[in-house]
């Protein structure tokens, strides 16, 4: 490590190594695990949305823009922990928050609005599933980690090693 790694970050990428996975390590995916790691509360800072959705479009088949899936599901609810807004739902003020976060990191115009449909219907899979694979990769992800779905696809094994990295807090 540089100095400049974030360890624990590195031990993200590990848990995706024992997966078999390639996540993408970029400034702006590092910068958005810690803008959700130092804003969100332990309970809803889940890795676990970010592995299942890389699993299952692994296990489908599916090659989504990678660095923006992960942007947008390490971002998706910081309109939930910084408390929403009483005048737009949860999602939109997460959105807002991705999609400045992405036009930060010089991601360009078009992923960063992939970036705020990510996030803005991460709870509406009846239209998440139709605006193509990144919007439903991000849903994937969180929809298998928050309510199950997809879950039965996934090996033993693969669940296990992301159970034991990121256990379901009670």
Same mark, same amino acid.
């Given at each position: 490590m540089s100095g400049n790694e974030n360890p624990v970050f590195s031990e993200t990428l590990a848990v995706g190594w024992k997966l078999d996975l390639k996540l993408p390590d970029s400034c702006a995916v590092r910068d958005a695990y810690t803008q959700a790691q130092v804003e969100s509360p332990l309970w809803l800072f889940l890795m676990r949305s970010w592995f299942f959705g890389a699993k299952l479009a692994q296990r489908r088949a599916l090659t989504p823009d990678a660095e923006l899936v992960a942007v947008a599901v390490l971002l998706h609810d910081l309109g939930l922990a910084r408390g929403g807004s009483p005048d737009r739902r949860? @999602?939109? *003020?997460?959105?807002?928050?991705?999609?400045?976060?992405?036009?930060?990191?010089?991601?360009?115009?078009?992923?960063? @609005?992939? *970036?705020?449909?990510s996030i803005a219907l991460h709870t509406t899979a009846s239209i998440a599933h139709h605006k193509g694979t990144d919007v439903a990769c991000c849903q994937h992800g969180i929809a298998c980690d928050y309510g199950g779905i997809g879950y039965q696809e996934l090996s033993d094994d693969d669940k296990n090693v992301i159970l034991s990295a990121y256990p379901v807090l009670t």
């Open positions: 949860f @999602e939109v *003020v997460g959105a807002d928050i991705g999609r400045a976060f992405a036009l930060s990191h010089n991601m360009g115009e078009r992923r960063a @609005e992939g *970036v705020w449909d």
